[in-house]
């Protein structure tokens, strides 16, 4: 049996104080029986939570390179009529909350930084691009992190430019993709926060 298509999925890094809003967000929509929109990159959409749900909470750690850590909360329900989740969703209720937005308030959507964002179109197979050619503005403008496999079979990320030229890349080569792309997550997560230092020789 294979698994469903993933009709929603969003990532972006935070840090701890704001995922506790997060949480407190969907804590009060629990209680209260509110719809939560969740608004991605590219994609929006809202789920309401029915009174009886199953959790699971799974804790994962993988060596290598890099160590990554992992704390996965699942929540199962029965959605017979299929009215929980409506995909696209693009006007709000009334008493909907807003609980995982790409653009945080106060940020600057136009600053990649700023966000700490990696939509689901950001981390690309080498030769496709995550860019739409009608795009323009801004959203033409983003750079990207290509994710792919050398001659040697090993899997290797770089960053692209939106110009098209290699700014930056793994300098090592990984076993699978997972491992490629979860070192492109950890980058993003450690420059958010880095700084500029300039070393004497």
Do not use: C, Q
Not at 110 to 129: N, Y
Not at 148 to 166: F, I, M, P, Q, T
């Amino acid at each position: 049996m294979t698994d469903p298509p993933t009709e929603f999925e969003f990532e972006r890094a935070y840090d701890r104080d704001d995922l506790a809003e997060v949480f407190r967000t969907l804590a009060d929509a629990l209680e209260s029986g509110d719809r939560v929109r969740l608004s991605g990159a590219d994609a929006s959409a809202s789920v309401a939570v029915p009174p009886r749900v199953v959790a699971e909470f799974e804790l994962e750690r993988e060596s290598g390179e890099p160590a990554i850590a992992e704390l996965e909360i699942d929540l199962e329900w029965e959605d017979a009529d299929g009215s929980s989740i409506r995909i696209g969703d693009e006007s709000a209720g009334e008493g909907d909350r807003v609980a995982v937005r790409a653009d945080p308030p106060g940020s600057d959507p136009a600053s990649e930084a700023s966000t700490a964002a990696i939509p689901p179109t950001a981390v690309t197979e080498r030769g496709e691009s995550s860019e739409p050619n009608a795009a323009s503005g801004s959203e033409k403008r983003r750079s990207r992190f290509e994710v792919y496999e050398d001659r040697a079979d090993e899997w290797r990320w770089r960053l692209v430019h939106w110009n098209g030229n290699v700014i930056g890349d793994s300098g090592e080569g990984y076993a699978s993709k997972r491992n490629a792309t979860r070192a492109v997550k950890s980058v993003i997560r450690a420059a958010s926060t880095a700084h500029v230092v300039e070393l004497e020789e």
